[in-house]
C-alpha cells in the first residue's frame, strides 16, 4: 500500500494548485481518503475527505468554498483543486486513507497509511 502525494509549489496569493494523491498496491475508489496539513510549529489538521465510492465529501471550515476534492478511478488517484489561496494555507499537505473506513473523518487518529507530504507555500 503506498499513497504518493505531489503538486506542491510556490504560488502567489489568491493562486490555485492541484495536489494529487496517487493510490498504489489497492483501489482508491473503494476506500476513504483524507487530506490534511501541518503548518510548520502548528499541529496536523485534517483539510478535506472523500469516502468510499465518493457517497460523500468533507470540508474544513477554513477552506470550504475554496478547496475541491475528487477522485479519478482511471488514474487511482485522489485530488485537491485548490483555489484562492491565502499565505494561511501554506503548509505540508500529506493524504492518508484507513481500510475499515466507510465514511471518511478529518480525524488523524483515524487513518493508518499516510502518504509522503508535499509542500505548499503560499507568498508574494
Known amino acids: 500500500v503506498q499513497l504518493q502525494a505531489s503538486g506542491g509549489g510556490l504560488v502567489q496569493p489568491g493562486g490555485s494548485l492541484r495536489l494529487s494523491c496517487a493510490a498504489s498496491?489497492?483501489?482508491?475508489?473503494?476506500?476513504?481518503i483524507a487530506w490534511f496539513r501541518q503548518a510548520p510549529g502548528k499541529e496536523r489538521e485534517g483539510v478535506s475527505c472523500?469516502?468510499?465510492?465518493?457517497?460523500?465529501?468533507v470540508y474544513a471550515e477554513s477552506v470550504k468554498g475554496r478547496f475541491t476534492i475528487s477522485r479519478d478511478s482511471a488514474k487511482n488517484t485522489v485530488y485537491l483543486q485548490m483555489n484562492s489561496l491565502k499565505p494561511k494555507d501554506t503548509a505540508v499537505y500529506y493524504c492518508?486513507?484507513?481500510?475499515?473506513?466507510?465514511?471518511?473523518?478529518?480525524?488523524?487518529?483515524?487513518?493508518?497509511?499516510w502518504g509522503q507530504g508535499t509542500l505548499v507555500t503560499v507568498s508574494s
Open positions: 492518508a486513507t484507513d481500510f475499515k473506513m466507510f465514511r471518511c473523518t478529518l480525524k488523524d487518529d483515524d487513518y493508518f497509511y
Open positions: 498496491g489497492f483501489s482508491a475508489d473503494y476506500k476513504a
Open positions: 472523500i469516502s468510499i465510492s465518493s457517497i460523500n465529501t
